[in-house]
Nanobody
Framework: QVQLVESGGGLVQAGGSLRVSCAASGRTFGRFAMGWFRQAPGKEREFVAAISWSGAPTYYADSVKGRFTISRDNAKNTAYLQMNSLKPEDTAVYYC?????????????????RGQGTQVTVSS
């Protein structure tokens, strides 16, 4: 069992940066692939980024490639999403998720565990 808690969301102006974190409980965090997803009002949940248990490989949605960076610190049981050059269309609730598969995947159905989410709002 893995429990995930996101933090670090907030309000930022377009062009700004924000880092969201995902703290995981359990001693097996280092075996899980971690993913970030987001859901904007009235839209379906979409994949943002994923990272394998070892830190590589990583995957990004085309919409965030070059602006967002996913990382993890297995010693701290924490995954991160650094978001730069934010745009209003990045506004959403951001969720982290864990997959026992271990290898990064953009497929939301591979992730059995999910946090409650953290709101990110980008003003224009």
């Amino acid at each position: 069992q893995v429990q995930l808690v996101e933090s670090g969301g907030g309000l930022v102006q377009a062009g700004g940066s924000l880092r969201v974190s995902c703290a995981a409980s359990g001693r097996t965090f280092g075996r899980f692939a971690m993913g970030w997803f987001r859901q904007a009002p009235g839209k379906e949940r979409e994949f943002v980024a994923a990272i394998s248990w070892s830190g590589a490989p990583t995957y990004y949605a085309d919409s965030v490639k070059g602006r967002f960076t996913i990382s993890r610190d297995n010693a701290k049981n924490t995954a991160y999403l650094q978001m730069n050059s934010l745009k209003p269309e990045d506004t959403a609730v951001y969720y982290c998720a864990a997959s026992s598969r271990g290898v990064a995947t953009p497929n939301v159905y591979e992730y059995a565990y999910r946090g409650q989410g953290t709101q990110v709002t980008v003003s224009s």
